[in-house]
């Protein structure tokens, strides 16, 4: 097997050397063409033959990957080796790298989903989620600090933001129904089930490929969602969770974030509609127990 071997050196504190992965991959029997995300021409180097893409790092990492993946019928191994890795545990994708090498097989799969978000200020692919309020609070604020747990501080700042949520002035509207009320403190677009510091927004298995997950938390809700962000379980989730191929969104003065990327936007209204965009990138997954 010829893997094409996608590596963020500093993902996870640099505790995974590419001297490292090279010889477990090697004891895989997988054989690589090596790129350094920080230096080489990635996109180029996607597009040389290979029989698999390998991305080693943290969700930006994977991220940045499948985005620019121009076959997706070249299947796409995950090696999360970052702090939340939000794209893996939604694929159930945990293990080390011998481990996860060795059980690849490029015929089992599942649809890893790229979203598209269009607004006033331009179209951008995403593979976590696009969100307004607690979480793209979250994100600008904790942007210029030094990063240490990022879970658990995420999380606990995450409860801070929720706490002091005012609702947003946001019409959300679903395959073309528009979904009530003026008490919203958070919307979240979902495309995977896990975002932000490891919070399973949707329950795992509910999602079906070409469809977005919508969570949204109302005023009324602010408290049991606080409880919830302490320890957070999927099936325990207090808020309201939708299911939609098409999501429209309107506001005024609320940061609007896609990934972990707050975008920069003018004041005043604004409109954004994300879908799902084109053919599934093919995630290899761990066999089932």
Not at 138 to 165: F, H, L, P, Y
Request: proline share 7%; aromatic share 4%; net charge negative.
């Amino acid at each position: 097997m010829f893997a094409t071997l996608c590596h963020n050196p500093d993902a996870g504190a640099g505790s995974h050397s590419k001297t490292e992965l090279l010889a477990a991959l090697k004891q895989a029997n997988v054989e690589v063409h090596y790129c350094d995300m920080d230096r080489d021409d990635f996109p180029r180097m996607l597009r040389e033959p290979a029989d698999l893409i390998v991305a080693a790092g943290g969700d930006g990492t994977v991220a940045k990957v499948a985005r620019a993946m121009p076959d997706r019928n070249v299947p796409l191994a995950i090696l999360p080796l970052g702090s939340a890795n939000n794209i893996a545990r939604s694929f159930k994708i945990a293990g080390s790298v011998l481990e996860l090498a060795k059980g690849w097989d490029l015929e089992r799969w599942a649809p890893f989903d790229i979203g598209l978000v269009t607004g006033s200020w331009g179209q951008r692919r995403f593979v976590e989620a696009v969100g307004l309020g607690p979480i793209p609070e979250m994100i600008e604020k904790k942007s210029n600090e030094v990063k240490t747990d990022k879970v658990s501080n995420g999380r606990a700042a995450v409860q801070d933001e929720m706490a002091e949520a005012d609702a947003i002035d946001v019409e959300l509207i679903v395959d073309g129904k528009r979904i009530p009320g003026d008490d919203m403190l958070g919307v979240e677009i979902l495309n995977v089930p896990y975002t932000g510091p490891r919070l399973p927004l949707l329950e795992p298995g509910t999602k079906p490929s070409g469809m977005l997950g919508i969570a949204i938390v109302r005023r009324a809700e602010r408290a049991a969602t606080i409880a919830w962000l302490k320890s957070p379980r999927s099936g325990r989730a207090p808020f309201s969770r939708l299911i939609g191929r098409k999501v429209e969104i309107s506001w005024i003065d609320a940061r609007l974030r896609v990934d972990d990327d707050v975008v920069d936007l003018p004041p005043g209204q604004q409109r954004a509609a994300a879908a799902i965009e084109g053919p599934a990138v093919k995630v290899l997954t761990p066999k089932s127990d």
